[in-house]
């Protein structure tokens, strides 16, 4: 349920000042007191936030509180300063309006903690998303980075700003963070050699030392004790509630999300530790003989170690401790450095390197947090500055003069925004105005900053005077320009008026602050105005090797070295004081007063005196009287009534004519009593908050009923524009629809038609065609009638003419007409001219079996003549030993048809090329027609024996397979027959003549499996030898062969087919060979 709280309600005291009755400077502390007692830290003077420093931790910062102030009025919840960063932030987003939020106050009265709150509230509000969170987390955790090395526990605060702080945040049009810039105003550097009592230096080197890794510190040269150091005062060191461990962790941690690198981090703390070993360098006095006094360093272990540190060779900065050089008109001159100017240079060198690094470290992080894109963008600035600053015991120096002056300047645009201001503007329009006393401060910024005869002005013009230039000839100008001033008291001024105030020592001089009287001491003015670091210091710096220092002090680069003085510290404040207040000028201002209430930084003690005091500087109570007097509320007419004119129907949706007539209308209109507003000449004065607030409320309602109506519209729009293409479609779906519905319709209709009309086509074809058939029948009937009866007369007429002859006649011409067609016609049929070709046409009469059978005898008789006609002489003899082989074997041994297809190569050797059997070929003393390796069968177990089978002209050689040596011979006349089985297996035996001289050693039994070959050419070898008779071929499947004396008897079986050869030949007695050949399929 949304929480619907009022500023009225529930209120403790009253939450606006403008509706405190009776108003007075005592009800006005009595209201903050009592809400302050109740734990009520905020209260109103119209937008104005005051905001009471509570010095505890309140639960009023939750994410519940942050989303319950979210979009909601400004008046509308109690007071909060989420209230203001809300108003702020939505009129940057929504009206186009930079932003400016001005937190003042004096020191410790809360402006740092509450502009982390601003930036807390705008980052969880504003847009989300990945890139979004990254830049607002690097936004807001540039904080702890420059607080670190930027506050410092003071007196009045454990962590006071010494530097003022104006953060731009950048952006988009939908309010999303882009990026932001931050800019930092004269940091208190004194202090970095120097602590007033009681205060420390700035937070960064106790951090160091506390929290530093025992390796890092030994890196650093640096020791954990702070005693060890100068530069870091004891008598508060140790801070309670701060822990200054756990605070460097999230000082690194927070360096790194910003964007820091390690080497850089690394850098920035070697810096410091320099600065701490910089302290630590001591000097004595020595005097030289030509009487001028000179400086030692001491003890040089602290030198030796911070010029390790920084890279910087030893003796260049020993000399710039020792020396100064002075350049003038292109002359050099050296003087030496006593003990004081020593020290002088050593601290001006430790302050420069600490600011500058500062100044690097916002350079830096502003690098890391700028807005990546360079579309337009809206700003909201968030200013804070230190705060106000007196000292007791008249220890005010130039740093507080310069931050008061600072404080001055932003309570003059204060009340240049909201009390001058508001007069002249109600005068401006005509406003009825009764004027309102306050208190002015330009008289005061004038003292200052006058360009003529202010005391800044005065103190630039003493710096740069030659001559003797001390502080107290800078407090003698003083008392002559300024005696007369009403702000400015001094002892020794002409106005007799303080010549015997004791309170005022002679060497101070006092300001009437618009925040109450301080007394400053002159002492180190100029010195500090001069901020004058020896230019031997900056140039032994440029020398160091660390690429950080190197950068800071880019002036000690001799190429550049340039003789004009630097603007003097004041010159330079007041110039980026003026900057800052002419751009918060152009921003919608928006203003935070913080408030003390004790000074002794504890929860619950609310010091009347004290209140009332910064009360009364602040000029609260001419706020809360000008805004009484004046008008809450004020807008031009024409933007009041954009806001305003759907109240009213007759302004809304369009109002034509003057704005201002409109606004009247309105007003008229909504009944707003008339006492509650008046016109101005170009803006409507409202008097009273709620009277605005009723009318946002009516506006807001408002604007829910138009959405409504808007989104009523649209949805009927929406609904119609679907409805009407619903309906667009549903019509064109429906025409496609019907268009092909009757396409197939016609289609049907076309072709039924078409079998129709075939049919009756068909039938009427039919009907005629059988008319035509019967007229055909009819006529060739009529002809056939016609020709028989032509015949019959005919041969009636011839009969006597032909009766002896003429049938053989015709018989013998149809015979010879038919003969004369078969023979003409086997011309065309002849089948082709391959002799196995064993196609013949058929014949066409059974009378021509005989010719036709003799016909085709011939035909092929022919064609195997001409076959042959083209063999050559070597083909003949192929098929001469071919033909032989087939009348040897044909139908007689079954090995015959494998052998067809086989060419007789005869030479299977190559015994003439092979030089293998060159010796054999040698003993053979006949051309070899047939080289081969056969098996021997031996008698004794039926195995064979490989030999080389040699056939010649005159004989049969066998020969050792392996050494070609001839272990047979037999001439072909010694040859008596061969013998073969009828099966498919290769044995054959030559049997030798009874008697020859080859028969001594028995028959042959051999096996090859060119049998056919073999025996072919040995049958016809045997046959061409002229004085031999014709080799007598025997094929048995039983035979004799004579081994030696036996004769046994080899038989050829059929057996079963088996692995391998297949053929087995196995001694069965002693007069039996069985060859076992298997049944081929
Ligand atoms: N809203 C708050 N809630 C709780 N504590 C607060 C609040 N505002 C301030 N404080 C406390 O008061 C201390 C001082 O506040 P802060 O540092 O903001 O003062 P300041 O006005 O910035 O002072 P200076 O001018 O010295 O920088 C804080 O350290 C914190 O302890
Ligand atoms: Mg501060």
């Known amino acids: 349920m949304e929480v619907k709280t009022s500023l009225l309600d529930n209120m403790i005291g009253v939450g606006d000042m403008v509706l405190l009755e009776p108003l007075s400077e005592d009800s006005f502390i009595e209201n903050l007191r009592n809400r302050f007692d109740h734990n009520e830290i905020y209260t109103y003077i119209g937008s104005v936030v005051i905001s009471m420093n509570p010095y505890r931790a309140l639960p009023i910062y939750t994410p519940e509180k942050v989303e319950e102030y979210r979009n909601r009025n400004f008046y509308e919840l109690s007071p909060h300063i989420y209230a203001l960063a809300d108003e702020a932030y939505r009129s940057l987003r929504d009206q186009d309006k930079d932003q400016c939020i001005l937190i003042t106050g004096e020191s410790g009265a809360g402006k740092t903690e509450a502009s982390k709150l601003v930036m807390s509230y705008v980052a969880a509000v504003c847009g989300k998303g990945q890139e979004v969170n990254k830049v607002k987390e690097q936004l807001l955790q540039s904080n702890p980075v420059l607080e670190a090395f930027g506050n410092a526990k003071t007196v009045r605060n454990d962590n006071s700003s010494r530097f003022g702080k104006y953060m731009d945040i950048e952006f988009d049009f939908k309010g999303d963070p882009l990026g932001g810039v931050i800019s930092n105003y004269l940091l208190e550097k004194s202090r970095v050699v120097k602590q007033p009592r009681g205060e420390r230096n700035f937070h960064v080197f106790y951090q160091l030392l506390s929290g530093a890794s025992d390796d890092t510190l030994k890196k650093l040269k640096l020791d954990r004790d702070f005693s060890k150091y100068n530069y870091l005062s004891l008598d508060s060191a140790a801070v309670i509630g701060l822990d200054d461990a756990a605070n460097f962790r999230t000082v690194k941690n927070a360096m790194q999300i910003v964007g820091f690198m390690e080497d850089e981090v690394q850098s920035v703390l070697q810096l410091v530790a320099a600065v701490l070993k910089l302290g630590n360098i001591e000097f004595k006095p020595e005097s030289r003989s030509n009487g001028t006094d000179e400086s030692r360093i001491k003890d040089k272990n602290d030198l030796k170690e911070m010029c390790e540190l920084l890279g910087i060779e030893q003796s260049v900065l020993e000399r710039a401790f020792s020396y100064r050089t002075v350049e003038a008109k292109q002359e050099k001159v050296s003087t030496t450095l006593n003990v004081a100017q020593a020290y002088y240079a050593r601290d001006a060198l430790a302050k420069n390197l600490y600011s500058r690094l500062f100044s690097w470290l916002v350079t830096r992080i502003n690098e890391s947090i700028k807005a990546q894109t360079k579309a337009r963008h809206k700003v909201m600035g968030v200013l804070d500055i230190y705060g106000f600053e007196?000292?007791?015991?008249?220890?005010?120096?130039?740093?507080?003069?310069?931050i008061n002056y600072c404080n001055e300047k932003l309570q003059q645009i204060f009340i240049e925004l909201t009390l001058r201001e508001e007069q002249e503007e109600y005068v401006r329009e005509g406003i009825e105005w009764t004027n309102i006393e306050y208190f002015n401060n330009a008289i005061i910024c004038d003292l200052i900053e006058n360009h003529q005869n202010g005391i800044l002005a005065m103190l630039d013009e003493e710096c740069l005077r030659p001559g003797t230039v001390t502080d107290e000839t800078f407090l003698d100008k003083l008392n002559t320009i300024c005696a007369g001033h009403k702000h400015f008291e001094s002892r020794q001024s002409k106005n007799s008026k303080f010549l015997t105030d004791h309170s005022l020592p002679h060497n101070c001089f006092r300001i009437q602050h618009y925040a109450g009287k301080v007394l400053y001491r002159a002492e180190g003015f100029v010195d500090k105005n001069n901020d004058l670091l020896y230019r031997d210091m900056s140039q032994a710096m440029y020398k160091a090797k660390h690429s950080l220092i190197k950068q800071l002090f880019p002036e000690g680069n001799p190429a550049k070295v340039n003789l004009k003085r630097p603007?003097?510290?004041?010159?330079?404040?007041?110039?980026?004081?003026?900057?800052?207040?002419?751009?918060?000028?152009?921003?919608?201002?928006?203003?935070?007063?913080?408030?003390?209430?004790?000074d002794k930084k504890a929860s619950h003690i609310f010091t009347d005196t004290l209140v009332c005091h910064q009360v009364r500087y602040l000029g609260l109570m001419e706020n809360v009287r000008v805004r009484r007097a004046g008008y809450a509320f004020r807008q031009a007419y024409e933007p009041c009534l954009e806001r305003y004119k759907m109240l009213c129907k007759?302004?809304?949706?369009?109002?034509?004519?003057?704005?201002?007539e409109g606004v009247e209308v309105l007003m008229a209109d909504l009944q707003v009593p008339a006492d509650d507003f008046s016109y101005g000449r170009s803006k409507i004065f409202i008097r009273n908050p709620r009277t605005l607030f009723s009318l946002e409320e009516r506006r807001r309602q408002c604007l829910q009923d138009l959405a409504t109506l808007i989104q009523k519209i649209y949805r009927g729009h929406k609904c119609r524009s679907h409805f009407l293409l619903l309906k667009k479609s549903q019509i064109v779906v429906s025409a496609w629809y019907r268009r092909y519905a009757q396409e197939k319709k016609y289609q049907k209709i076309k072709s039924a038609t078409t079998v129709v009309q075939s049919y009756t086509r068909g039938w009427q074809a039919r009907k005629l065609l059988r008319e035509l058939k019967y007229q055909k029948r009819c006529e060739e009937a009529v002809t056939t009638i016609a020709a028989f009866w032509h015949g019959t007369q005919v041969r009636r007429d011839y009969r006597k003419f032909f009766r002896a002859n003429a049938g053989k006649k015709i018989y013998d011409f149809t015979i010879q007409r038919i003969m004369q067609k078969y023979f003409l016609g086997l011309k065309s049929t002849s089948p082709p001219m391959s002799p196995v070709d064993k196609s013949w046409p058929a014949r066409p009469y059974r009378f021509l079996d005989g010719v036709h059978a003799e016909l085709r005898k011939i035909f092929h008789h022919w064609r195997c003549k001409k076959y042959r006609s083209q063999f050559t002489e070597e083909k003949k003899a192929v098929y001469k030993e071919k033909l032989e082989a087939s009348e040897i074997f044909k139908d007689k041994k079954a090995l015959y048809p494998s052998s067809v297809s086989q060419p007789f190569k005869g030479d299977y050797l190559e015994i003439t090329k092979n030089p293998k059997y060159q010796k054999l070929n040698s003993s053979v003393d006949a051309k070899v027609l047939l080289a081969d390796v056969v098996n021997k069968i031996n008698r004794a177990n039926g195995k064979g024996t490989a030999r080389i089978f040699l056939l010649t002209k005159k004989g049969v050689v066998l020969a050792d397979?392996?050494?070609?040596?001839v272990k047979a011979s037999v001439p072909l006349p010694d040859l008596a027959s061969v013998s073969v089985s009828t099966q498919n297996d290769g044995f054959f035996a030559l049997k030798l003549k009874e008697g020859s001289a080859s028969a001594i050693k028995g028959d042959f039994l051999l096996s090859s499996e060119r049998l056919i070959e073999i025996i072919t050419k040995l049958h016809l070898t045997g046959a061409t030898a002229a004085d031999s008779e014709r080799l007598n071929i025997d094929i048995s499947d039983?035979?004799?062969?004579?081994?030696?004396h036996d004769k046994v008897c080899v038989?050829?079986?059929?057996?079963?087919?088996?692995n391998g050869n297949g053929v087995s030949c196995k001694r069965k007695n002693n007069r039996l060979l069985e060859v076992s050949v298997p049944t081929t399929a």
């Open 961 to 965: 397979q392996k050494t070609g040596q």
């Open 1038 to 1044: 039983e035979f004799l062969v004579q081994f030696n």
């Open 650 to 660: 007759r302004t809304w949706p369009h109002w034509k004519g003057p704005a201002r």
């Open 567 to 598: 603007p003097t510290a004041g010159f330079q404040f007041k110039a980026s004081v003026g900057t800052l207040m002419r751009n918060l000028q152009t921003k919608n201002p928006n203003y935070i007063r913080c408030i003390k209430p004790n």
């Open 1051 to 1058: 038989k050829f079986i059929q057996g079963a087919a088996r």
């Open 390 to 402: 007196i000292f007791e015991d008249c220890d005010n120096s130039f740093e507080q003069f310069i």
